[in-house]
Each structure stands twice: as structure tokens, then as C-alpha cells.
């Protein structure tokens, strides 16, 4: 990246990546839960990724990326409750 820190090269291996909310998960425990700040598909900025295909992605305000951790994109849903 041109502003610097680290990138993740990702493999989609399930669903879709959007930018957005997402965690790392580093050996079955959460080691970052916040938004993705970068998401790419090769040099091109991209809205989403879709599985079976790779992409480099950042994330704010963190730099600790190791091999092996799992990158889970999630949104958060508010349901209002019904009678």
C-alpha cells in the first residue's frame, strides 16, 4: 500500500468478502474485531471479493497479520422484536 503497514494476501475459500466489519482469528481465539480499511483485487480497490479468488486487504488501526489466521467478514443486523 502506498500509506504503508502490512497487507493480508487472502484466499476466499467461502461466501464473499465486503468491506466492513471483520475479526481475526488466530488458532481458535479473537485476536482483532474492527473494519477493514484496504480491500483489493490485485491492484484494482475493490466493494467485494467473491469466493474462490484472492485479495490483499488492511485493516485499521492494526499490523499484527501472521500466517495461518482466519479473517471473518460479518455485518451486524438489528431486528426489532415482534409480538
Same mark, same amino acid.
Given at each position: 500500500?502506498?500509506?504503508?503497514?502490512?497487507?493480508?494476501?487472502?484466499?476466499?475459500?467461502?461466501?464473499?468478502?465486503?468491506?466492513?466489519?471483520?475479526?481475526?482469528?488466530?488458532?481458535?481465539?479473537? &485476536?482483532?474485531?474492527?473494519?477493514?480499511?484496504?480491500?483489493?483485487?490485485?491492484?484494482?480497490?475493490?466493494?467485494?471479493?467473491?469466493?474462490?479468488?484472492?485479495?490483499?486487504?488492511?485493516?485499521?488501526?492494526?499490523?499484527?497479520?501472521?500466517?495461518?489466521? &482466519?479473517?471473518?467478514?460479518?455485518?451486524?443486523?438489528? &431486528?426489532?422484536?415482534?409480538?
Amino acid at each position: 500500500l502506498s500509506k504503508g503497514g502490512n497487507v493480508a494476501g487472502c484466499a476466499v475459500t467461502s461466501g464473499k468478502i465486503v468491506r466492513g466489519k471483520m475479526r481475526v482469528v488466530r488458532k481458535g481465539d479473537l &485476536v482483532y474485531e474492527g473494519i477493514s480499511h484496504t480491500l483489493k483485487r490485485f491492484k484494482d480497490d475493490a466493494q467485494e471479493v467473491q469466493s474462490g479468488t484472492e485479495c490483499g486487504m488492511a485493516f485499521a488501526n492494526y499490523q499484527d497479520i501472521q500466517v495461518g489466521d &482466519v479473517i471473518e467478514c460479518f455485518d451486524v443486523e438489528e &431486528v426489532s422484536r415482534e409480538l
